[in-house]
């Protein structure tokens, strides 16, 4: 099945900063989506991004599919962004009616005030 | 749209016993998903439903484990003789086509 990997697996902002988290699948998909746990374990939907570049408020994301990688950059960073950031895609060559997506482990995020 | 919703939110049970999660899903989204999340790792999936019909199940699936969505609303997840192995989030998420969107889990601890 596809693999998903997500890079880093850990980071550590001060309030304010920038950070890039990475996304690399090892197929071709027609779903991509990052979402960010809370520490309740709700997963919040970001950004449904199989291609393209999509921005809302200090959050932004871009999937290169040709070259199979996503990224997402949180900017002006809050102490509300920490949490876990995952990065989920649907493989295209799956059946068509399934679309089941497939987790990568995770960036642990942690923004000091 | 009040979203996805789960219940319970927790359970815990002893090792042998029978549980049951029930999700429900946003309305008219006729794609509904079960995902399993352990300690630290990202969810799993286990199985996906398209309106009344069990389409595809995951080898994690154990004969266990039956999921069920009667009309095509509600879904329901058992697990018959729970192990110790099973404690874990059991995610739920529904979708109209392809974004999906998530429930807030049931956390079940196994003794």
């Known amino acids: 099945g596809i693999q998903v990997e997500q890079s880093p697996p850990d980071l550590i902002l001060q309030e304010g900063a920038n950070s890039t988290l990475r996304c690399n699948f090892s197929?071709?998909?027609?779903?991509l989506q990052w979402f960010h746990q809370n520490p309740w374990g709700q997963l919040i939907n970001l950004f449904y991004?199989?291609?393209g570049t999509k921005q809302n408020g200090r959050l932004s994301a871009t999937t290169v599919a040709t070259e199979r990688y996503s990224l997402l950059y949180i900017s002006s960073s809050q102490t509300t962004d920490s949490g876990v950031y995952f990065c989920a895609v649907a493989g295209r060559m799956i059946k068509a009616a399934g679309n089941k997506l497939t987790f990568g482990g995770g960036t642990r995020v942690l923004v000091k005030p | 749209d009040t979203g996805v919703s789960q219940d319970p939110r927790h359970k815990i049970t002893k090792r042998g016993q029978n549980v049951t999660f029930r999700c429900d899903p946003i309305s008219e989204h006729n794609r509904l998903y079960w995902y399993r999340q352990t300690l630290g790792q990202g969810p799993e999936f286990l199985t996906y439903?398209?309106?009344?019909?069990?389409?595809?199940k995951s080898r994690l699936l154990s004969d266990r484990f039956s999921a069920e969505r009667p009309k095509g609303s509600f879904s329901t997840l058992e697990i018959q003789r729970t192990e110790q192995g099973d404690s874990a989030m059991y995610l739920c998420a529904s979708s109209p086509q392809i974004t999906q969107y998530f429930g807030p889990g049931t956390r079940l601890t196994v003794l």
């Open positions: 439903f398209q309106n009344e019909a069990q389409l595809e």
């Open positions: 991004i199989p291609s």
């Open positions: 197929d071709s998909v027609n779903n």
